[in-house]
C-alpha cells in the first residue's frame, strides 16, 4: 500500500519525491517494489506507461512521479509527459513553467528538444502539458503523436503519461491505447468498487493491458 498522505508531509519543504529525497524510507522502498514488478510484467527495450485512475483526487500524479524517480535510480533514462492537456500540474512539481510543451509539439509549432525540461533530477525529463488547448482529443489521436512516441522511443528507457481521470473524459483512453501498459491508481476509502471495475472493463474494451493496481491511502 502506498500512503499519499505520508508522501505530502514528507515533500512539504520539498517537491513530493520521497524516493529522492528519502531514498532509505519504507515508502521509497514500496515504488522501488512497484517498479521491480513493472520489469517482471514488461520486457521491451522501451516501456510507455499510463498511469490514471478512476476518478480524481485520487493522487496518481504524485505516485507516478515517484515511480519515475525510482526508475531513474536504476540506471533509467526517463521521460515523464503530462498528457493531461485540461488540468495539467506536473510542472509545479518542479517548479517549472508550462507555457510551452507537448501541445506545442503536436501543433508544429515548436520541437520536441525546444520545449522539453531536464530536471535537476539525473536521468529525468519533463515534457510539460502546453497551454490547454481547444482540441485535447484530436491531439492526443493524431498522427504527430504516434510520431512524436516512435522517435522518444529512441532517446529514453521508460516514458509515463500523466493523464486526467480514465472515467471523465475520453483523452485518457487514446493514451492507454498507446501504451504498453496500465498502472491504475485507487484510493482507500474512497474509489468506489463501481468504478474501479469499470475502470478495469474500460481499458480491456481498448486493448490495453492493465499491468497493476496500486492502492493509495
Keep these: 500500500m502506498i500512503t499519499n498522505k505520508k508522501i505530502l508531509k514528507l515533500g512539504k519543504k520539498n517537491p513530493p519525491f520521497v524516493t529522492y529525497h528519502y531514498p532509505e524510507s519504507a515508502l521509497a522502498d514500496q515504488f522501488q517494489m512497484i517498479h521491480t514488478n513493472i520489469n517482471f510484467l514488461v520486457s521491451k527495450k522501451t516501456q510507455t506507461f499510463l498511469v490514471t485512475s478512476p476518478e480524481e483526487r485520487d493522487g496518481k500524479s504524485t505516485i507516478l512521479a515517484n515511480i519515475a524517480v525510482s ?25 517549472t513553467s ?11 509549432r515548436m520541437s520536441f528538444r525546444e520545449v522539453v525540461y531536464h530536471t535537476k533530477i539525473w536521468r529525468l525529463d519533463l515534457l510539460p502539458s502546453g497551454a490547454v488547448p481547444k482540441n485535447p482529443v484530436e491531439l492526443l489521436g493524431s498522427k504527430m503523436m504516434k510520431e512524436l512516441m516512435e522517435t522518444l522511443k529512441e532517446t529514453y528507457d ?11 473524459l475520453p483523452d485518457t483512453k487514446l493514451l492507454s491505447s498507446i501504451s504498453d501498459g496500465v498502472i491504475l491508481v485507487v484510493r482507500n476509502g474512497k474509489t468506489k468498487l ?21 492502492l493509495n491511502q
Design 194 to 214: 463501481q468504478k474501479a471495475a469499470e475502470a478495469k472493463e474500460m481499458i480491456e474494451f481498448t486493448k490495453s493491458r492493465l499491468i497493476g493496481v496500486i
Design 71 to 95: 526508475m531513474t535510480q536504476q540506471k533509467k533514462k526517463v521521460l515523464l509527459i503530462d498528457a493531461n492537456l485540461r488540468n495539467p500540474s506536473l510542472h509545479k512539481f518542479f517548479y
Design 158 to 168: 521508460v516514458i509515463l503519461f500523466d493523464s486526467n481521470s480514465l472515467l471523465k
Design 98 to 108: 508550462n507555457s510551452t510543451g507537448l501541445t506545442d509539439v503536436l501543433t508544429g
